[in-house]
Nanobody
């Protein structure tokens, strides 16, 4: 059974930093691309950052480019999202997701597996 468990959310002031972690289990981690999605109240779900399964290719939404960095540690079955220069508009529930298909993460935005989410709140 695929399991994704996020941690590291909380409250931070605008301009601050936060690091989200995702612990993965139940599948061959190296064979899956990983993505972070977010959803704010009343807004559409947004793909924030994704990392490929093999060559480390990354994708970032325009709204976070230059501020967020996604990374993965295949030895620990873990994924991280380092968020710097946070803005109030980054406030959302952040979800760790995974799928064998890179296309499903970055084009159709429909990864097959989702974690339970972690709340990130950025105060102004």
């Amino acid at each position: 059974e695929v399991q994704l468990v996020e941690s590291g959310g909380g409250l931070v002031q605008a301009g601050g930093s936060m690091r989200l972690s995702c612990a993965a289990s139940g599948f061959t981690f190296d064979d899956y691309a990983i993505g972070w999605f977010r959803q704010a109240p009343g807004k559409a779900r947004e793909g924030v950052a994704c990392i490929s399964r093999s060559d480390g290719s990354t994708y970032y939404a325009d709204s976070v480019k230059g501020r967020f960095t996604i990374s993965r540690d295949n030895t620990k079955n873990a994924v991280y999202l380092q968020m710097n220069s946070l803005k109030p508009e980054d406030t959302a529930v952040y979800y760790c997701t995974t799928d064998p298909s890179w296309v499903r993460l970055i084009e159709t935005k429909t990864p097959g597996y989702w974690g339970q989410g972690t709340q990130v709140t950025v105060s102004s």
